[in-house]
């Protein structure tokens, strides 16, 4: 069965410092990939999405940028986190995109 | 660009009462809708979904939604809430079409039940 993992389920990093999420899908070849950002009274908004290795879109444009360097693996990086970075981020997976997603646990992230 | 209203921030109801919570998209062509909940610690489960064919969508946990085109809505309800049902409630659309990729999501209902 097809399983995604998302870590760390929280962190807590200063504003300035590098940022680094991982998340990674199991049973399943070729997903498109999704990372949404779920603040507080915002909603879910998509922040980038990929169809293949190396293949990122970017949706909103921001201090974060993501990387797809395996089939089964998407990375959302920062160089220097913002206070406006805090919030929910969440690692999406699907296989048509019609099917809908299926979502990771996600990570707390706050920049203090 | 495709936007998604969902019209309460916030239910409050006391167990056994109906709900309805509302939904309205904006994109005027082949729309797939989803309703998402997320129970408090967990994270984003779907609910139910609407491709084509029967406007009205059965999901799991008593829950069902009305897909009416001609309003642009896909309300969800249920006829009689338990406790249980207390989560965070989220409306999606993706708009069918080549390089669709995007599920715009409202911002949310949170649904709290009174015992």
């Known amino acids: 069965s097809q399983t995604i993992h998302q870590w760390p389920a929280t962190l807590v990093q200063p504003v300035g410092s590098p940022l680094s999420l991982e998340c990674t899908v199991e049973g399943t070849s070729n997903p498109n990939l999704y990372w949404y950002r779920q603040a507080a009274g915002r909603g879910l908004q998509l922040l980038f999405y990929s169809v293949g290795i190396g293949q990122i879109s970017s949706e909103v444009p921001q201090n974060l940028s993501a990387s797809r360097p395996q089939d089964r693996q998407f990375i959302l990086s920062s160089k220097k986190l913002l206070l406006s970075d805090s919030g929910f981020y969440l690692c999406?997976?699907?296989?048509?995109?019609?099917?809908?997603?299926?979502f990771g646990s996600g990570t707390r992230l706050t920049v203090v | 660009a495709q936007s998604v209203s969902q019209h309460n921030h916030h239910v409050i109801l006391s167990e056994a009462a109906s709900l309805e919570l509302g939904c309205n998209y904006s994109y005027g062509g082949t729309v797939n809708l989803f309703w998402y909940v997320q129970y408090p610690g967990q994270h984003l489960q779907l609910l139910l979904k609407y491709f084509s064919g029967d406007p009205l969508v059965k999901g799991i946990k008593g829950f069902e939604a009305e897909f009416i085109k001609s309003k642009f809505s896909f309300n969800l309800r249920k006829p009689s809430v338990q406790w249980s049902d207390t989560a965070e409630y989220f409306c999606?659309?993706?708009?069918?079409?080549?390089?669709?990729?995007?599920?715009?999501f409202g911002k949310g209902t949170k649904l709290s039940v009174i015992p």
């Open positions: 999606a659309v993706i708009s069918s079409g080549a390089g669709s990729y995007q599920l715009t």
């Open positions: 999406a997976w699907s296989v048509k995109v019609n099917y809908g997603y299926t």
